[in-house]
């Protein structure tokens, strides 16, 4: 079973930018799709955005597209998400996990487990 350590997590004021980091181990991470969700206080854990295994195929969510990026780096087993001109409302903790596509993450909702998430608050 994939082990998933996210990291990265901070308080920014708004406007500001945060890259998250997620490191798997346990697996054989370059044929795994990758993707980040967040879970904000009282509300259900969303997709964030996912990746496909070679990096070329990415889905965003449509709150997050055009200021967040994801990436990965297979050498280092490792997946990113840069958070750029964050807002309030991107307040949550932020979570990865492995799926088979890139797309079927998107709407995936039960997973074997999580990692302990990274916590991203932006003030105002």
């Known amino acids: 079973q994939v082990q998933l350590v996210e990291s990265g997590g901070g308080l920014v004021q708004a406007g500001g930018s945060l890259r998250l980091s997620c490191a798997a181990s346990?697996?054989?991470?370059?044929?795994?799709?990758m993707g980040w969700f967040r879970q904000a206080p009282g509300k259900e854990r969303e997709f964030v955005a996912s990746?496909?295994?070679?990096?070329?195929?990415?889905y965003y969510a449509d709150s997050v597209k055009g200021r967040f990026t994801i990436s990965r780096d297979n050498a280092k087993n490792t997946v990113y998400l840069q958070m750029n001109s964050l807002k309030p409302e991107d307040t949550a903790v932020y979570y990865c996990?492995?799926?088979?596509?890139?797309?079927?993450?998107?709407?995936?909702?039960?997973?074997?487990?999580w990692g302990q998430g990274t916590q991203v608050t932006v003030s105002s």
């Open positions: 996990n492995v799926g088979n596509t890139a797309a079927t993450l998107r709407t995936r909702s039960e997973f074997a487990s």
């Open positions: 346990g697996g054989t991470f370059s044929s795994y799709a």
């Open positions: 990746i496909n295994w070679s990096g070329n195929i990415r």
